[in-house]
């Protein structure tokens, strides 16, 4: 089974398909009010709420089946039920309905992003923070990697004595500029011979192939011969690097996690915080979106230090080219309905931006 995916629990296997109906529906139900309330489920709490057409003894029996499957726990005997993460993959891989975006949680957008700042990086800052706020969890925006860049042009400025301006322009319309200090002065024939000459060998490629192809050019002896053309090209291989050694993410809204009360206990927010300025763990999910299309939901995956939290995340991406991933980390009890469709939306937005 890949990460992320569904973990099926048929229980129709053993039970009518009325029988399965109304253990669905009942999952459903405790699902819904354990998010609203962080409270564990009573069948007297069901009956109040939803009206649900079952005495309070059948919803009892009904739960108990639940906790038999593995969907339902009950962490005090006199205590009602609370939904295991089994129980809620199979919420939202199964049950769970997608709510349509509102008007304002799209003007969140789109007033953001009309104004925002059109560097890049301030792009990628932007997104985190609405998605942050349009979800009401802690958001983060995986940074897009070098191996997945192709380069379409390469430009260097001059700016004064000892000042370059290196601009990037990928295929996928990504632009990226990187200020280069010299101890030589380059004319601007200089700087336009070099990029003439970069541009034959970087058009098509991406930064670790340029990186590799430009090391191969420096060591034939007609470039070495060439003092101020040699060191310009150095220059530029260290601005490629600069690029391919970034693999990272921003975040925001980590204070939310504050609000949950899974996360009030100072140790339990202490290691949530740990996860996340180690990153390796939080980048390896991310990473692994990449590999698919559309939205994935990992909920309480042990194997990366995730446990009793979710990320709903989702590739983004630039004519038909994925660069990166975005997603909204929270408590496995995640309203999980309006987030999913949030992350789509977002990821399918910063997609459009990158394009323009």
Known sequence: MKRGECQVIEITDFMSGIHQERMDQVLKAVIHYYVETVQPVSSHALVRKYHLPWSTATLRHIMSELE????????HTSAGRIPTEDGFRYYVDRLMDRRHITDQERNIF?????????NIEALFNTTSRLLSLACEYPAVVLLPRADHLVLKHVEF?????????AILIFNSGLTKTRLLLTEDDFSSADLLRVNNYLNEIAEGFTLFQVRARIRAEMEKERILCDRLFSKFLSLSMETFLEETVKKSFVISGQELFLKEPEFADAHHFRNILSIL???SQIIGLLDH???????KVFIGDKNSGLKDLTLVSAPYGSKGCLLGTLGVLGPTRMAYDRVIPLVEYTAQ?????ISH
Do not use: C
């Open 68 to 75: 038999e499957v593995g969907f339902l726990y009950q962490p």
């Open 110 to 118: 789109l007033q953001g992003y009309h104004n925002r700042d059109e």
């Open 157 to 165: 400025v001059r700016l004064k004595a000892g000042e370059a301006l």
């Open 277 to 279: 300025e180690e990153k």
């Open 289 to 295: 979106v990449m590999q698919g299309s559309g939205v």
């Open 349 to 353: 937005l910063l997609g459009t931006h």
